[in-house]
């Protein structure tokens, strides 16, 4: 702290106000068009009331501006280089022997204060109010679900289908008991059940008004009977660790904190599902890259922002307004890249910070600075 000085004081000023201006405009764009049209609609209509329709676009707030925070910075450290650049002050920093790397010292030091924020803001802020979009909107999804449980061998030994479920709640289950048994071309089933309802508890899940279908080692049903209750997944934490993924399967990953998503993905690798495991783990480590895109993109707006008196200013923006586009725009390629396996999730992840870098190194070599 003893070292800023006012220099450091000026640049940082400059920067911030413009970032800050960046980021609403950004924002103002991204709201504007649909999201804005849709919630006065639905205002008008008698869907929304006033205070629900403010509530909705401010939920609506955190996951714009965890988009906003890197394009800000880009823009905002290229406007303020430009203008620099323009009245010829960056000649003078250089003359009196300051360094590129010195000179966007403040830069670096307000975009890493933006990408702590941006952290926050992805991990806390758009889950709580993803979430209370979902309750504003009442949308609490009723899904269908499948999981099998198998030996050590891969042998299934219990599969249960469940029809319709909230968050409570399960209706139409039918369970499949398989026997020891096995044919050429399919394993065995001893006992079909197929329950009217059940509930969710962490140490078991509760089934209730059943018919128990036995079948003969031929394929053939036994015997038809009733039962009033029967528990399944007794035991241990595995009836809560199935629930939790049914229940987070239904969600956007947006909805979902840091540390939800890190123990989805722990479930998701215990029960094999390699192509959800992949896009989720993707998806986490995107959490952590996407802030120090901040960092990068700040460094990359000085460098575009530098320029000679006779240059055209509009290349840099140009550039800027692409890099901003490309970035966006190849995320859900990268995901689709990993969830199909063709990619490992970290090389998915680390492509667009690892191609900025490069474009930093880059730009920094043709300026000859």
Known sequence: MKRITIYDRYIFKQVFWTTIVAILLFTVVWIAPEM????IQKTLEGEYTVKTAIMVLTCQLPLILSKAFPVGLLLGSLFTFDKLSKDSELTIFRAVGLSFGRIIKPVIFLSILVSILCFVTIDKLVPYSS???????DKHPTSQYIYTQKDKSGKPTLAIIISKYDRTRMKNVIVLDFAN?????????ENIYVAQSGRFFRNRWELYDI???RISSEGIFNDIDHIKEMNIL?????????????NYSTKKDRELTNGNLHRYIKLLKSIDSDETYNLMLNKYYQRFLHPFICILLAVLGCLLGFSKPREQRLIGFTIAIGAIFLYY????????LAEKQI???LITALTPPLAFFGCIVAFYKSKDL
Do not use: C, W
């Open 36 to 39: 804005l049209l849709k919630t």
């Open 131 to 137: 979430n209370m979009l979902v309750r504003i909107n």
């Open 181 to 189: 048994s096995q044919y050429s071309d399919l394993h065995g089933i």
């Open 211 to 213: 018919t128990r279908y």
């Open 234 to 246: 007794e035991g241990g934490t595995l009836a809560d660790d199935i629930f939790t993924i049914m």
């Open 329 to 336: 725009i190849t995320l859900p390629f990268f995901d689709l």
């Open 343 to 345: 990619l490992p999730p």
